[in-house]
Protein backbone atom coordinates (compact mmCIF):
# COMPACT_ATOMS: atom_id res chain seq x y z
CA UNK A 1 0.00 0.00 0.00
CA UNK A 2 1.08 3.90 -0.42
CA UNK A 3 -0.04 6.60 1.20
CA UNK A 4 0.12 9.92 -0.93
CA UNK A 5 0.30 13.62 0.07
CA UNK A 6 -0.32 16.63 -2.26
CA UNK A 7 0.97 20.10 -1.74
CA UNK A 8 1.64 23.41 -3.73
CA UNK A 9 -1.56 24.25 -3.88
CA UNK A 10 -2.78 27.93 -3.75
CA UNK A 11 -4.06 30.85 -5.36
CA UNK A 12 -2.42 32.41 -8.13
CA UNK A 13 -3.48 35.20 -11.05
CA UNK A 14 -4.16 34.04 -14.25
CA UNK A 15 -1.01 34.01 -16.54
CA UNK A 16 1.13 32.83 -13.54
CA UNK A 17 2.67 29.30 -12.44
CA UNK A 18 2.56 26.30 -9.31
CA UNK A 19 4.30 23.48 -8.70
CA UNK A 20 2.14 20.51 -6.98
CA UNK A 21 4.23 18.01 -5.41
CA UNK A 22 3.05 14.70 -4.10
CA UNK A 23 5.04 12.66 -2.21
CA UNK A 24 4.62 9.00 -1.58
CA UNK A 25 4.90 6.66 1.52
CA UNK A 26 6.67 3.02 1.05
CA UNK A 27 9.60 1.62 -0.67
CA UNK A 28 7.74 0.76 -3.79
CA UNK A 29 7.28 4.32 -5.42
CA UNK A 30 8.99 3.54 -8.31
CA UNK A 31 6.76 0.22 -9.22
CA UNK A 32 4.08 3.01 -9.74
CA UNK A 33 2.64 5.09 -12.73
CA UNK A 34 1.26 8.38 -11.52
CA UNK A 35 -0.82 10.24 -12.47
CA UNK A 36 -2.33 14.36 -11.36
CA UNK A 37 -6.45 14.36 -12.06
CA UNK A 38 -8.86 17.75 -11.23
CA UNK A 39 -12.57 18.31 -10.06
CA UNK A 40 -13.52 21.21 -10.14
CA UNK A 41 -17.25 22.46 -8.15
CA UNK A 42 -19.80 20.64 -10.27
CA UNK A 43 -17.93 18.48 -12.78
CA UNK A 44 -16.84 15.03 -12.62
CA UNK A 45 -13.40 14.46 -11.83
CA UNK A 46 -11.10 14.24 -15.23
CA UNK A 47 -7.41 13.29 -16.39
CA UNK A 48 -4.29 16.09 -16.30
CA UNK A 49 -1.95 13.93 -16.57
CA UNK A 50 0.57 10.45 -16.64
CA UNK A 51 3.96 9.48 -16.18
CA UNK A 52 5.18 6.08 -16.34
CA UNK A 53 7.36 4.30 -13.75
CA UNK A 54 10.67 5.62 -15.00
CA UNK A 55 9.49 8.29 -16.02
CA UNK A 56 10.55 7.85 -19.62
CA UNK A 57 6.34 7.98 -20.89
CA UNK A 58 4.55 10.89 -20.22
CA UNK A 59 0.76 11.94 -21.39
CA UNK A 60 -1.44 15.14 -21.10
CA UNK A 61 -4.68 15.78 -21.30
CA UNK A 62 -5.04 18.17 -24.52
CA UNK A 63 -6.15 21.11 -22.30
CA UNK A 64 -3.59 21.24 -20.53
CA UNK A 65 -0.15 20.00 -23.24
CA UNK A 66 2.28 22.51 -23.42
CA UNK A 67 1.56 24.45 -20.47
CA UNK A 68 2.04 21.63 -17.73
CA UNK A 69 4.90 19.19 -17.23
CA UNK A 70 4.92 16.10 -15.15
CA UNK A 71 8.10 14.62 -13.41
CA UNK A 72 9.10 11.82 -11.27
CA UNK A 73 12.13 11.56 -8.31
CA UNK A 74 11.95 8.13 -7.70
CA UNK A 75 14.64 8.45 -5.26
CA UNK A 76 12.69 11.33 -2.99
CA UNK A 77 9.28 9.80 -3.97
CA UNK A 78 7.84 12.58 -5.45
CA UNK A 79 6.04 13.23 -8.36
CA UNK A 80 5.87 17.12 -9.45
CA UNK A 81 3.27 18.69 -12.04
CA UNK A 82 4.42 22.40 -12.91
CA UNK A 83 2.12 24.26 -14.24
CA UNK A 84 2.29 27.35 -16.16
CA UNK A 85 0.85 30.10 -18.20
CA UNK A 86 -2.40 28.49 -15.69
CA UNK A 87 -5.90 30.19 -16.38
CA UNK A 88 -9.10 30.27 -14.75
CA UNK A 89 -10.47 27.81 -15.88
CA UNK A 90 -7.17 25.18 -14.07
CA UNK A 91 -9.10 26.32 -11.22
CA UNK A 92 -9.93 22.69 -9.40
CA UNK A 93 -8.97 20.66 -6.58
CA UNK A 94 -5.91 18.57 -7.57
CA UNK A 95 -4.96 15.17 -7.05
CA UNK A 96 -2.22 12.82 -7.48
CA UNK A 97 -3.21 8.82 -8.22
CA UNK A 98 -0.50 5.87 -8.25
CA UNK A 99 -1.19 2.66 -10.91
CA UNK A 100 0.42 -0.68 -10.60
CA UNK A 101 -0.27 -1.12 -13.96
CA UNK A 102 1.69 -0.28 -16.98
CA UNK A 103 -0.92 0.57 -19.61
CA UNK A 104 -1.29 4.32 -19.50
CA UNK A 105 -4.96 4.82 -18.36
CA UNK A 106 -6.78 8.15 -18.35
CA UNK A 107 -9.60 6.34 -16.29
CA UNK A 108 -9.68 7.43 -12.58
CA UNK A 109 -11.53 4.44 -11.52
CA UNK A 110 -8.59 2.49 -12.68
CA UNK A 111 -6.26 3.74 -10.34
CA UNK A 112 -4.98 2.08 -7.06
CA UNK A 113 -4.45 4.91 -4.65
CA UNK A 114 -5.00 8.62 -4.18
CA UNK A 115 -4.20 11.26 -2.24
CA UNK A 116 -6.48 13.95 -0.15
CA UNK A 117 -6.20 16.73 -2.88
CA UNK A 118 -4.85 20.04 -3.20
CA UNK A 119 -6.90 23.39 -4.06
CA UNK A 120 -5.50 25.36 -7.09
CA UNK A 121 -7.30 28.84 -7.60
CA UNK A 122 -6.75 31.06 -10.72
CA UNK A 123 -7.77 34.37 -10.85
CA UNK A 124 -9.08 36.29 -13.32
Known amino acids: QVQLVESGGGLVQAGGSLRLSCAAS????????MGWFRQAPGKEREFVSR????????YYADSVRGRFTISRDNAKNTVYLQMNSLKPEDTAVYYC?????????????????WGQGTQVTVSS
Open 97 to 113: AADTSRSPTRESRLYDY
Open 26 to 33: GRTFSSYA
Open 51 to 58: ISQSGGNT
